[in-house]
């Protein structure tokens, strides 16, 4: 089943299952408006003159009624007296307002739109971006699957009320303070009877503002982990058809889809209910003021064109009152999903760039671990890797050999430095890991992965992430060099064919060339592989295994493997065993001794027999 997210400290990502406190709901919200102030700001021009805009739109729809309580109670009185002035005067001005509403609406909805699109396309790229330069541990613990959703479904809950409610709640909001003043002005006792109606309508919103933001926090949550496990079926689709888990799946998604289905129901009932009420007061109200008004028309206390007036003045009242309600829904649901993107923004890297980097150029590849431990927790009583130290001289080629679990690739995320160690130093030529820029560090070392991963594009392209200013002909060299020019040149288009997605079209032994091209063309210092040949084949590993060489040649390497046949190549090889290193020495001198390697090689000979 798909995890949960988690938010602790009101940081990172959230956990949508869990309640959240009252301390909590004023942490989240106010990162919400941090983040959406952010996203205004270098668009507050536009912003102002969409504000500016809207005034006017607002101004324009509650004059209408003036001029119509002005035709009532003067123009029809002085045309019965020959005098029509007053009258064309009237309804020209309600002709006026209403083609100015018309234009402002038109360019308040051509503003806004821009203004929403543009907000819209940099928190994408900012997402994407920030995500992209979080460390390995953050996607670890964070699928892929929710980054999506957080990429999609929050920003369609965003999209709909920049593009669409906000227009609507901020009309709506000067409609109401700017009728309320008219009403005042008009007739302050009907003008108390309206606002009397007020009292009911603030407890229901505040309750009503709380079971929503609940329910679309829920909302959040649950088509986050329907987009996980759809994701993760889709991209695991052969094991899926394979084991034939397909009713398993349905059943799994079955279950999120539910979860989705009821938070969004229970969301969708308070809205009902908010929006209800909010009619029924409103329709009350205006029967009220029905009475009261007609007895003080009656009894010669207002006009008649005043009572007309107040009349249409409700419906353009209660109506915005109405959209708030509908407004109020979309705000919550876009809260929510600001909350959940403000969440990934404020993520920090676990490995950070070092604020005065020590410049290291080419280095030479010297490794040296000093005293170093790692635990996911940073608790010392809890380490994947205990306290050790080892030296790596430049250019030397070593293998780490020992069973699952043994340490072997943490070890290697910590010579990448995918993450820093617990305690203790990593260097690259006596300089620190954690003192050498990002730059410095991806040019002097490269790790290849078990499953070399290739992306949508031409063959040329996959190996260029290498050097991405390579020529045509280093790209052509890079791939001779490790023995795949001649399998590139047998694909339809050569070095531009579509490799497909993940490098679907090419085998696992093609696909692991192209990586190796990649580190060719880069040319570091160190390279870390992390069984990079346990998935092929024998012939594509020993096809892979030339490659290696020719990539190997003058570079310091640390080659993870459960082949032994790898390890043929090494210059000296490491055993390991519950994260210490319990054997050292070359590959001749271990196979000629009684140890763990020794057993170990003789019984991969008997296997190949």
Not at 562 to 591: K, N, Q
């Amino acid at each position: 089943m798909a995890e949960n997210d988690s938010d602790d400290s009101w940081r990172g990502v959230a956990n949508e299952d869990k309640e959240v406190t009252a301390a909590g709901n004023l942490v989240l919200a106010s990162r919400s408006r941090r983040l959406l102030a952010s996203l205004v700001r270098p668009y507050r021009r536009l912003a102002a003159a969409a504000g500016g805009i809207i005034v006017v739109d607002n101004l324009a729809m509650v004059a209408g009624p003036l001029f119509v309580a002005y035709a009532l109670d003067v123009g029809v009185r002085s045309a019965a007296d020959g005098r029509w002035t007053p009258l064309y005067v009237a309804v020209g001005g309600f002709i006026a307002m209403a083609l100015l509403g018309a234009a402002t609406t038109y360019a308040f909805l051509m503003i806004s739109g821009k203004l929403s699109q543009s907000i819209l396309f940099d928190l994408r790229l900012r997402v994407f971006g920030h995500t992209q330069r979080l460390s390995v541990g953050f996607h670890e613990r964070y699928t892929s699957g929710r980054i999506i959703s957080r990429l999609t479904s929050d920003l369609e809950s965003l999209e709909g009320l920049l593009e669409s409610a906000l227009n609507d709640a901020i009309s709506a909001i000067l409609s109401v303070v700017t009728i309320a003043v008219i009403l005042v002005y008009l007739d302050v006792p009907l003008a108390l009877v309206v606002l009397a109606g007020f009292i009911p309508l603030a407890f229901i919103t505040r309750a009503a503002g709380r079971r929503q933001r609940a329910g679309y926090r829920r909302t959040r949550g649950a088509i986050a982990n329907v987009v996980v496990h759809f994701v993760e079926s889709m991209g695991g689709i052969r094991a899926v058809q394979a084991f034939r888990r397909e009713a398993r799946n349905d059943s799994i998604l079955a279950g999120e889809d539910a979860r989705y289905r009821a938070a969004n129901t229970d969301a969708l009932h308070g809205m009902a209910t908010y929006t209800g009420l909010t009619r029924l007061i409103g329709n009350v109200t205006t029967a009220v003021i029905l009475v009261v008004g007609g007895w003080r028309v009656m009894h010669g206390q207002t006009e008649i064109g005043v009572l007309a007036a107040y009349l249409l003045y409700l419906r353009r009242f209660y109506g915005p009152l109405d959209e708030l309600a509908q407004v109020f829904n979309s705000y919550q649901s876009a809260a929510a999903a600001l909350e959940k993107l403000s969440g990934v923004l404020e993520e920090e890297p676990s490995v950070v760039e070092p604020e005065h980097p020590v410049p290291i150029g080419r280095a030479e590849g010297a490794i040296r671990v000093d005293n170093a431990w790692f635990s996911y927790s940073n608790e010392p009583d809890q380490p994947v890797l205990p306290r050790f130290s080892l030296d790596v001289p430049a250019g030397q080629v070593v293998a780490l050999v020992g069973a699952t679990g043994a340490g072997k690739s943490t070890l290697a995320k910590l010579l990448a430095r995918f993450y820093d160690p617990s305690g203790g130093t990593v260097t690259l030529d006596g300089i620190d890991l954690r003192d050498i820029s990002d730059t410095d560090l991806r040019r002097n070392i490269v790790m290849v992965t078990q499953e070399a991963y290739l992306f949508s594009g031409s063959v040329a392209d996959n190996i260029r992430l290498g050097k991405p200013d390579a020529t045509d002909e280093e790209i052509v060299a890079a791939a001779r060099a490790v023995g795949l020019a001649e399998i590139v040149a047998k694909l339809p288009d050569g070095f531009d064919t579509d490799v497909r997605r993940r490098g679907g079209r090419l085998s696992a032994g093609q696909r692991q060339l192209v990586a190796f091209a990649r580190v060719f063309l880069a040319s570091p210092s160190v390279i870390v592989l992390d069984e990079a040949t346990s998935s092929l084949d024998i012939p594509g590993e020993r096809l892979v295994q030339r490659a290696l060489e020719t990539v190997l040649n003058g570079r310091t390497a640390l080659i993870i493997a459960h082949r032994l046949s790898t390890v043929a190549i090494a210059d000296r090889v490491l055993v390991m065993d519950g994260g210490r290193i319990v054997e050292d020495g070359s590959p001749a001198e271990l196979i000629g001794g009684t140890g763990r390697f020794a057993r170990l090689h003789a019984a991969w000979r008997e296997s190949l027999v």
